[in-house]
């Protein structure tokens, strides 16, 4: 009987009846104009200390013999000093580490060099040029070294993402899940689930072929529709989450609320350490939305300065206060701000009413909106003494006048941002990307098809259907369209 299994695995693995299977081969389909050698800036532009000029190709060992001498090829994978010279005219251009990374170890799989300069504009442009004389070199387009190490199974399309959000990253929770996800862990989690899935299509395609035989252990069905249901736990457990990656990756809506005068603009200027907003005496100075990316501890945020909420004012303050709602709607998390010194104004009262405690929402918020209620001005408050409204739901006390309490404020915002986020330190790996979401949740309509019929011809090919969702999150058949969004991200060079 487990003869007869492990061949159905290994045949369902193999997918006879399906010719994608699922593994971290890039998508088959060569690199556009591939076979061509590549050469291009890697490290940014602008004068630097040192620039790193590189290739990749079958010219690329002849291109690293024709600009240095002596003209012998280095040792593979070892930085060598060597004087470059224009290969036609002879010029000196500079002294340079050159390292030799002979294909299949390297980057994109492919024979590689490095020239790794003095960063002057002239150095590099004189290399550049160099290189571009040589024959069978040609300037890389934009992403195409990842492409062709994507085209030979050096980095599977996940990983590629990774590496296009590392480059990115702008705030270390950026960081530590791009690099999550370059290590592959998204990868590897989906191979995990089809393989999975490889194994429930074996149990069904026994019984297809042996459901008569003796030999076949009984409940073999069973265990497939035991898998699958395993699976359709892990699968919905990470698309509820599918929204925090992608937050991760633009930027979580943070909205500050509030009456007016509340220090609402204060506090974005603080937090975002320049003068975003017009900071004035005058209730009602703020009218539009006024928006402004931040690295709020640590992760990344969408910071809204809006319109004090409150009613009976003219038509221009009336428009910013149905603006100020409108993006409340759209907060992932809001920074609800008071005037501590100003608790029993309408204002406020309507404001904690309102927005605060929502009338018959309970905590957690509706829509899993959060909020943090902050007492701004405690700087007017007496020194040392109680809690001005100990009835208050949970908040933090701060001046945006003296700073006190803006760390206590740090910390709080990066515990509720890692909720809205996600924490890219623990926790399952992250769906940054729609296109994740979209197959994940494909796999699951599949899972739901296999439940539902009662023919086994069609369970496995709803099985089959399943891990095809799975196996293009990572790239097992790639369309062209996808890649070329991913690699849309990528600069010349990488
Ligand atoms: N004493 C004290 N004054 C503050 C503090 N924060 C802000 N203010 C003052 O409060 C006034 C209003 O500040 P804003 O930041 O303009 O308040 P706002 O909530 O944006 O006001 P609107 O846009 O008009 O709704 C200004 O005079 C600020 O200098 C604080 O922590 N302590
Ligand atoms: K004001
Ligand atoms: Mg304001």
Redesign the pocket.
């Known amino acids: 009987m487990w003869r007869v299994l492990w061949t159905l695995v290994a045949r369902a693995a193999r997918g006879p009846r399906s010719p994608r299977s699922c593994t971290r081969q890039g998508s088959g389909a060569p690199a556009p104009g591939s076979g061509a050698t590549i050469f291009a800036l890697s490290s940014g532009q602008g004068r630097c200390g040192i620039a790193v000029i590189r290739t990749s190709g079958p010219s690329s060992g002849h291109a690293l013999r024709s600009l240095t001498a002596p003209r012998d090829l280095p040792p593979a994978r070892s930085a060598c000093l060597r004087l470059l010279s224009h290969p036609r005219s002879g010029e000196p251009l500079d002294h340079a580490l050159v390292l030799w990374f002979p294909g299949p170890q390297s980057f994109t799989g492919e024979d590689c060099a490095e020239f790794h300069v003095h960063g002057g504009p002239a150095v590099v442009s004189g290399v550049l040029q160099a290189l571009g004389s040589v024959p069978g070199l040609r300037p890389a387009e934009a992403g195409e070294f990842t492409r062709r190490a994507f085209a030979h199974g050096k980095l599977s399309l996940t990983e590629v993402e990774g590496l296009a959000d590392l480059i990115h990253a702008e705030t270390e929770a950026q960081r530590r899940q791009a690099l999550r996800q370059l290590d592959g862990e998204l990868g590897h989690l989906c191979r995990g689930w089809a393989k999975t899935l490889t194994k429930a299509l074996a149990h069904v395609e026994a019984y297809i072929d042996f459901g008569e035989d003796d030999n076949l252990e009984e409940g073999v069905l069973e265990q497939a529709d035991s898998q699958v249901r395993e699976l359709e736990l892990a699968l919905s457990a990470h698309l509820r989450d599918a929204r925090r990656g992608q937050r991760l990756r633009s930027g979580a809506h943070v909205v500050v609320a509030?009456p007016?005068?509340?220090?609402?603009?204060?506090l974005v200027n603080l937090l975002s350490r320049k003068p975003v907003?017009i900071?004035?005496?005058?209730?009602?100075?703020?009218r539009d939305v006024l928006e402004t990316p931040v690295d709020l501890a640590g992760f990344p945020a969408l910071l809204s300065?809006t319109?004090?909420l409150r009613e009976g004012v003219g038509p221009v303050e009336q428009e910013g206060v149905r603006r100020a709602r409108e993006r409340l709607e759209q907060a992932d998390l809001i920074l609800a701000?008071l005037d501590a010194s100003d608790l029993a104004s309408p204002s406020s009262c309507n404001f904690l009413d309102t927005v605060v405690v929502r009338p018959g929402a309970g905590s957690p918020r509706e829509n899993s909106q959060r909020l943090l209620l902050v007492l701004?001005?405690?700087?007017?408050l007496p020194r040392g003494g109680p809690d001005p409204r100990p009835d208050l739901p949970p908040h933090l006390l701060?001046?945006?006048?003296?700073g006190e309490g803006l760390n206590g404020l740090l910390e709080a915002l990066r515990k509720e941002l890692a909720e809205v986020c996600g924490d890219p330190s623990t926790g399952p790996p992250l769906l940054t990307r729609v296109r994740h979401q979209h197959h994940l949740q494909g796999c699951l309509d599949a899972l739901g098809h296999y439940k539902q019929t009662k023919d086994l011809a069609l369970a496995a090919e709803a099985l089959r259907l399943a891990r095809g969702h799975l196996g293009r999150i990572t790239g097992g058949g790639g369309t062209e369209e996808v890649l070329d969004i991913i690699f849309r991200d990528f600069c010349v060079g990488k």
């Not at 701060?398 to 003296?402: F, P």
């Open positions: 509030g007016p005068n509340a220090g609402k603009s204060s907003s900071v004035s005496p005058e209730p009602g100075t703020t300065d319109a004090g701000v701004n001005k405690s700087d007017l701060l001046s945006c006048l003296t």
